[in-house]
């Protein structure tokens, strides 16, 4: 049997997986689905303040997760911040993991933050009071009108250690095999960009899905099916 432990990325919460779980949990190989909300982000977005919150805490609400939900057989999920946090659980509870997924995530070499990726990339700083826009355009182009507002509204801050910290992978274990699903398209983080971070990951399998950046949302069945592979 297998657990799933889906993690969001920046801005979004535990609430962006929730037209997927149902596919999963229906099938009979899967035991559990857990959508994780790491703090400052969904329903704990009070619970600490934005600038006190450190990656330390995110690493924590995973193995918290794993170990508390006593899942076993993990295929961990992590969607684009969420690529610079999910090594470090393979690192600290490999025994736990059967499998890495990176849902067009970040993944930033060796020392370096999410931060300086994103501009090496050619991601353009945004102006506050375009947010909104921005965001539609990132997230949105592939969604309909009413998906593309319940995802709007549902956006919260985005605390700055995600971004700021410097990752390391070292100590990753070599026995966990590694997915990354580019998604061709995405607005947010292009294809061509996923295309470079991903190779700062050591012999991936490389699938494609043809969605925009929240598939999770715009094609939850199709990606269901191909998280369900890994059963």
Known sequence: MTDYLLVHGG????????????????DQRVRKVVAVDLI??????????QDQITVEDYIQD?????????MQDVVLVGHSLAGTLIPHAAIRVPNRLKRLVFLSAIIPPEGQNGLETLKKLGQPEFAPEAMEENF????????????????????GPEPAAGLVTPVTRKGFPRTIPITYIVLTKDQALLPEWQREVLRNLDNPE????????DAMISCPKELAGMLLKYA
């Open 11 to 26: 801005a979004h919460g535990a609430w962006c997986w929730e037209r997927l779980i149902p596919y999963l949990r229906r």
């Open 40 to 49: 400052g982000h969904g329903v704990r977005v009070s619970e600490k303040d």
């Open 62 to 70: 995973l193995i918290k997760a794993i170990q508390d939900g006593n």
């Open 136 to 155: 539609r355009r990132m997230f949105c182009n592939d969604l309909d009108e009413t998906s593309a507002r319940w995802l709007l509204s549902s956006l």
């Open 206 to 213: 490389v699938v494609e899905l043809d969605s925009g950046h």
